[in-house]
């Protein structure tokens, strides 16, 4: 699979702890070192401006995708290689979605985990086939996890799309899934 731009989803807070920065500098180098273009929110606050900061710092290209009521607050990342402006968080959403070969959620809030659930989704229903990883720095997402498996095993989802997704304890982790990504070979929701 070729990638040339990846997406990644993130928190946009100043204030969580410093080991979620680090993780976020580290991916954006990975993906500086692969020569793949960051595609994100496009801010320059939270992990999100610091992923930015580091793939750019890397000379490595940045695909900002900001709605024009946040660009508004003046937290827009000038530097971006490119900054392109939406109307609504939904256009955003299906900018970055198109624009994007593989996905990953860093830790963050509700948008975060509203953007990468919507990629399952999509990928779910067979409207595409990309890779997706959740980087799951200090057990941040064990209690998803947790929740997902209470999902399967409740039978509100198929085992089998237990492969719509990868959960990577770390960036080396992270890059080995990307490096021997196969599309898997899922039938729709409806069968068995």
């Known amino acids: 699979m070729i990638i040339k731009n990846i997406c990644v989803f993130c928190s946009s807070s100043n204030h969580v702890a410093e080991h979620f920065f680090h993780d976020a500098a580290n991916l954006g180098r990975y993906i500086a070192s692969k020569g793949w273009s960051l595609v994100y929110g496009g801010t320059n606050i939270g992990l999100m401006g610091h992923i930015a900061d580091s793939v750019l710092k890397e000379n490595s290209h940045v695909i900002g995708v900001i709605p024009r009521h946040i660009q508004s607050k003046g937290i827009e990342h000038r ?8 109307d609504d968080m939904s256009e955003r959403k299906m900018t970055m979605i198109a624009r994007s070969d593989a996905f ?72 080995g899934y990307l490096e021997n990504y196969q599309r898997p070979k899922l039938t729709d929701k409806w069968s068995d």
Do not use: W
């Open 79 to 86: 530097q971006c290689t490119e900054l392109i402006l939406t």
């Open 104 to 175: 990953v959620a860093l830790p963050g809030g509700f948008g975060t985990l509203e953007e990468i659930m919507e990629v399952i989704t999509l990928k779910q229903l067979h409207l595409h086939d990309k890779p997706i990883i959740f980087l799951n720095t200090r057990n941040f997402y064990d209690h998803l996890q947790r929740f997902f498996d209470h999902i399967f095993s409740g039978n509100f989802t198929a085992n089998k799309f237990r492969e719509l997704y990868y959960i990577a304890p770390d960036v080396d982790s992270l890059a």
